[in-house]
């Protein structure tokens, strides 16, 4: 056994062997001792008595933490005691705030935040958020919020505007901005640090009307260019019901077949408007029913192997698991020579929208065939107005003004009924 030194010193530590139990290698320098184990690993203790009670402290491990590293360690906790606090205490107290920091990020009550939404959102719309949400979690995701500023977030902001995404800079203040009234109203924080961010990035860009025919000589030539795409069946059919259902490109290309009913007297397809949160209903005019029909015998049944599998009515190309590309209706009307600046697969709504109002129809009962959400002291009465008979006739009644357009017909004006 090797001579005990009157201080401890690195060599008389290195050289300590393990033995068949724990032991304490002597001396100790005010407390501070190493504790030998058996399986080699050395440990800096600090024995103290505070309150009557002795105790120790832990203070790492050797070589790891050097011998005055342990020293120094030692003296802040003797100091500790001088003020009259327990260092165990003290320790146990910075490890919980350091939880609770841990727990209290922008990342961690993002998701919450996303959580709590994933039901109220549309799931397109969910996944916009978080795909928003991401360009910030580099910077913010590990911050506390407690000590997330004004000019972290701008950081984030202006690299987003730096990269030309313009309108996804406003959007994502928005959503950051959602997220931290979130945390104020769960007592999570007390600020939100976009609110003084006002004119620090670049303003919205005036806002873009899609592009849309309208004169009844180019609808005519734009539907005869529809039925002269030779593409898949199921973009083939898309763009030609784009114009007799003027529904949103996004619900089109999701449709599923068990929301349409084309067997009973009064047709219909039924479905949820992620947009406005509510359920809408199209009637179905004779030219789509017929259309749907011939489709329904190539995509209508469903995947054998899977039967729970949702049912598209225009499956992708790839995999009948996923809808068709959205920009799948885009790319076809730009193959017919349609330019952006011409016509969009949105702008069969504008079309219809304006064609509609100008043939007499009444505007309530086109904004409700629309799905629009109306606003105002009106809104929830409106709200409770189907319409569903007078839209049932708008729509054929449309379609049938449209077959006229296509076969240059002379154009009778169409009167509501």
């Not at 003020?83 to 003290?90: E, F, M, R, V």
């Not at 407690?146 to 972290?152: L, R, T, V, Y």
């Amino acid at each position: 056994m090797p001579t005990v030194p009157k201080k401890l010193t690195d060599l008389y530590i290195k050289n300590a062997k393990p033995g068949a139990k724990p032991y304490k290698l002597r001396p100790r320098e005010d407390g501070l001792f190493i504790w030998v184990r058996p399986n080699g690993k050395k440990w800096w203790r600090f024995a103290y008595s505070f309150g009557g009670k002795e105790n120790t402290l832990s203070l790492g491990t050797y070589p790891a933490k050097s011998l005055s590293e342990a020293r120094l360690a030692r003296d802040d906790a003797r100091k500790l005691l001088a003020a009259g606090i327990d260092p165990s205490q003290q320790r146990k107290n910075e490890k919980g705030k350091a939880e609770r920091g841990a727990e209290n990020t922008f990342r961690v009550l993002a998701e919450e935040w996303l959580s709590l939404k994933s039901e109220a959102m549309a799931p397109i719309t969910h996944n916009k958020a978080r795909w928003m949400l991401d360009f910030a979690m580099p910077k913010l995701g590990p911050m506390p919020l407690a000590s997330i500023q004004p000019p972290d977030v701008l950081v984030v902001l202006r690299e987003v505007e730096a990269s030309g995404k313009s309108e996804t800079v406003h959007r994502l203040k928005a959503r950051i901005s959602e997220v931290f009234r979130f945390g104020i109203a769960s007592g999570r924080t007390s600020t939100d640090p976009t609110r003084d961010l006002r004119g620090a990035i670049k303003p919205k860009r005036a806002t873009r009307h899609f592009a849309a025919l309208t004169e009844p000589k180019d609808v005519g030539a734009l539907l005869r260019a529809l039925d002269s795409y030779t593409g898949t069946p199921e973009v083939c059919t898309a763009l030609k019901l784009a114009p007799l259902l003027f529904v949103r490109p996004g619900e089109l290309r999701a449709a599923q077949w068990p929301q349409f009913d084309l067997d009973s007297d009064a047709p219909t397809w039924r479905y949820y408007v992620g947009k406005t949160k509510t359920h809408h209903i199209v009637p179905l005019c004779l030219q789509a029913v017929s259309l749907l029909r011939e489709l329904y015998a190539l995509t209508g049944q469903g995947l054998s192997l899977q039967p729970d599998a949702p049912r598209y009515v225009f499956p992708g190309a790839r995999s009948r698991l996923a809808p068709m590309s959205e920009n799948a209706v885009t790319a076809a009307l730009r193959y017919l020579g349609y330019t952006g600046e011409q016509m969009t697969g949105h702008g069969f709504r504008a079309m219809a929208r304006t064609m509609l109002a100008e043939l007499g129809w009444m505007p309530d009962i086109i904004e409700r065939q629309l799905a629009h959400k109306p606003s105002g002291p009106l809104g929830a009465a409106y709200d409770r107005a189907s319409f569903l008979p007078e839209r049932r006739k708008l729509m054929q009644a449309w379609a049938d003004y449209l077959d006229t357009l296509r076969e240059r017909r002379n154009v009778v004006p169409l009167r509501a009924a």
